[in-house]
């Protein structure tokens, strides 16, 4: 009998954990020669999560849990999950039964009998989703597949199921800002992917705004590729060519003709130019000076508060 933990971030998902539970065990308790448990990592919830957690793990052996100081991001709460697994095969899943508990089955399939090391869920349609926020996420597809090593599928969610070889892989990887759907891709191994539809969340709303999906494409370019540096390079060369040519014909043409007083709206449009050029070029760099900063204060990924799982190899981690 092969173990199987899953791994479920919550963030204010009082609503959702015990039909989250009830649901998902009914659906694993029937697959054969497999035994399921859960981690729940709760987020620094500021709901009744935590509570809710405990009440399931004091009525269920197969629930464990870990709660984090404060909101530490889904990011953490997946690398806690993967940190503290044991099992042979480990699944990330969401609490808000987005992801489907019965394609489990198939996953564990692709990695026993297929002979794939992982298998993860991808949504073949993006209905429901606002026009302008699929545009944008195409175009950061494209972007980042074009100009890193990895490569990231359309409408991969996360969703995964691993072997224990691939989660200590990931969990080797000692970045502070994570960014897990390029991690996946990036320590390699064997994937398959199983197409699902996208499916409502049942109560309470998504955590992601706009804004927190901007910020969220920007993390991924710049920990996988360093292209945006290039661009700077590039612009500031195309520039300063152009401006070096405007320099000869402004010679030849006063040479020739004599004096040329006015000039004052072009000097004025090619100060801003450049200006504007220097400050997107700083930019650039500030964004991976920024990270690079971040990364060497080597902070803890996560911070534990309370925890029903006991033996734990890494000191640091525990409260
Ligand atoms: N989540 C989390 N920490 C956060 C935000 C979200 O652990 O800071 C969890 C959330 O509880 C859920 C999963 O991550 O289980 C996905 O979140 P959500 O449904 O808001 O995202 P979406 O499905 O819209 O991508
Ligand atoms: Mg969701």
Partial sequence: MKSVELIVPCYNEEQMVEIFYEKTNAVVSEIEGYSFSFIFVDDGSRDQTIQKIKGLAAAHDNVKYLSFSRNFGKEAAMYAGLKMSTAERVAIMDADLQHPPELI????????EE???????RRVSREGEPKLRSAFSRLFYKFINKMSDIDLVDGAVDFRMMTRNMVNAIVSMPEVQRFSKGIFCWVGFKTKWIEFKNVERLIGESKWSFWSLF???IDGIVAFTTFPLRIATLIG???????FIYLLFVLIK?????????????TIIILLFIGGVIIMALGIIGEYLARMYMETKRR?????????IKEQDDESDKK
């Fill in 115 to 121: 002979g794939y090391d992982s298998c993860s869920a």
């Fill in 215 to 217: 910020k969220y494409a």
């Fill in 105 to 112: 089955e198939g996953m564990l399939k692709a990695i026993d």
């Fill in 300 to 308: 803890p990924i996560f911070i534990t508060r309370e925890t029903n």
């Fill in 237 to 243: 060369t195309c520039v300063s060519s152009a401006a």
């Fill in 254 to 266: 006063t040479l020739c003709f004599g004096k040329d007083v006015p000039g004052y709206s072009s």
